[in-house]
């Protein structure tokens, strides 16, 4: 079975620089969420979109900003990076409003700032 | 204080035994309760997912909500060394609500 697709899977930036993460959900899913996770750390949710909307936003920094296109694939943009930054980044998607409790997650992008 | 607390262990067990994982939380406004396994430098995997109070069986996995004592468990019986991984407890709102929190994460070492 088809499942969510993150691209690159590895990423390498130098501070200040900007990054553009990209996911492509499991097909006719209509909704992705964006996680972050640092070393020994759990996902902490950046921000999630329904039908193309933001439809909920978490502990995403000013600096990242992310979008949903009409053939629900996402990217999240990152600027002005920081050493911080560097961690494992998820996406995941499901089906529907009621959804969240049947999210499939990527394989992720390591995102590493120097 | 975090919104849900899972003990990050590691817990470790001989092959056989039943492991218990369990969490607790804080907002009473959650409804369903997930349980992920995550391999190392993998993406969490859904093993499954309860909706309010009461049990749930899969196989080998129990999934146990107590929403008065605000507390969750998972039970994995005969557990095998290639259940050790990492297990997130997770939760939302459900309708409306696309937030999830997790807890974070119990290491599981289950030993041949």
């Known amino acids: 079975a088809a499942g969510v697709i993150q691209s690159p899977r590895h990423l390498i930036k130098e501070k200040r620089e900007t990054a553009t993460l990209k996911c492509y959900p499991i097909p006719r899913h209509d909704t992705v969420y964006w996680y972050q996770q640092g070393p020994g750390q759990d996902p902490q949710f950046l921000i999630s979109?329904?039908?193309?909307?933001?439809?909920d936003k978490g502990s995403i920094p000013d600096r990242f900003s992310a979008q949903q296109f009409s053939d629900y694939h996402s990217e999240l943009n990152m600027s002005s990076l920081e050493l911080g930054d560097s961690a494992l980044y998820f996406c995941a998607s499901s089906l529907g409003v009621t959804g969240a409790y049947e999210q499939y997650f990527g394989p992720g992008t390591r995102l590493t700032v120097t | 204080q975090k919104e849900v607390e899972q003990d990050p262990g590691p817990l470790s067990v001989p092959e056989g035994a039943i492991v218990s994982l369990n969490c607790t939380y804080s907002?009473?406004?959650?409804?369903?309760f997930m349980w992920y396994r995550q391999y190392s430098r993998k993406g969490p995997e859904l093993l499954m997912y309860t909706y309010s109070s009461g049990n749930k069986e899969d196989g080998r996995f129990t999934a146990q909500v107590d929403k008065s004592s605000k507390y969750i468990s998972l039970f994995i019986r005969d557990s095998q060394p290639s259940d050790s991984a990492t297990y997130l407890c997770?939760?939302?709102?459900?309708?409306?609500?696309?937030?999830?929190?997790f807890g974070a994460g119990t290491r599981l070492f289950v030993k041949a």
């Open positions: 979109f329904y039908e193309k909307m933001q439809s």
């Open positions: 907002n009473s406004a959650f409804q369903y």
């Open positions: 997770a939760m939302s709102v459900g309708t409306g609500g696309f937030k999830t929190i």
